[in-house]
């Protein structure tokens, strides 16, 4: 399978907390829902698309444990991605759960580069990292994610828990698709290009 990374962000790469003000108050985080006043037509067809993807969900146990507490509560039935997040099989990184209360779970203790390096050898189309940024950083600086998918919304709220924040080696992306929804939210898809190319100019490395 092919492991896929998608994030919500704002324009100063927080991801933490864009559904609602409660959705992850960890740390204090108190500018949650970031996101919904930017939501329409288009950005629902196109993660739809995204999600339609997968075939399976990866998560960190953070994540799993605030999406297993919301989604199934959800009933509204008119819902268009309530259905495929229940049903789809989830695989949750940690070493302090044993068993998942959202099934069909699969527990994965141990290195989680090991582990999924190995669950990736498995047949099927993608797997899908949805928020879990810490997980998505660690797996993208270790070369496991092979597509990037962003949503970045026209908002900056300094404080908050960032995407790509740990150490590690450079990391290119090729832009392959990118739109603007009519409340401005950028829609961005990059697959990973290998390490990030550098240039020598003056005797600096430089970005190029």
């Known amino acids: 399978m ?11 790469g927080v991801g933490q907390g864009p559904g609602s003000p409660t ?11 970031w996101l ?10 196109r993660t739809s698309e995204w999600l339609d993807a997968a075939d399976g969900l990866l998560l960190g146990r953070r994540t799993y444990e605030a999406f297993a507490r919301d989604w199934p509560a959800i009933t509204d039935p008119r819902d268009p991605f309530t259905e495929r997040m229940n049903a789809l099989p989830k695989y949750v ?13 699969t527990v994965l203790p141990g ?3 090991a582990t999924v390096a190995d669950l990736k050898r498995r047949p ?4 899908q990292i949805h928020g879990s940024s810490r997980l998505g950083d660690c797996l993208l600086a270790a070369g496991l994610v092979d597509i990037v998918r962003l949503a970045v919304a026209p908002t900056v709220l300094r404080t908050g828990r960032r995407l790509l924040t740990g150490a590690g080696a450079t990391t290119g992306l090729r832009l392959i698709r990118h739109e603007a929804t009519g409340r401005g939210l950028l829609l961005l ?6 390490p990030a190319p550098l240039a020598e100019f003056n005797g600096v490395t430089q970005f190029v």
Request: glycine share 10%; net charge negative; charged share 30%.
């Open 124 to 127: 099927g189309r993608e797997l």
């Open 23 to 33: 959705e992850d108050t960890s740390d204090g985080f108190d500018r949650g829902g």
């Open 36 to 45: 919904v006043p930017y939501l329409d037509e288009m950005f629902v067809q």
């Open 111 to 113: 290195d989680p580069v």
């Open 93 to 105: 990184v940690s070493n302090t759960l044993t068993t998942g209360s959202w099934k069909p779970t």
């Open 189 to 194: 898809e990059y697959e990973v290009d290998g």
């Open 2 to 12: 092919k492991l896929a990374l998608t994030e919500f962000l704002t324009l100063d």
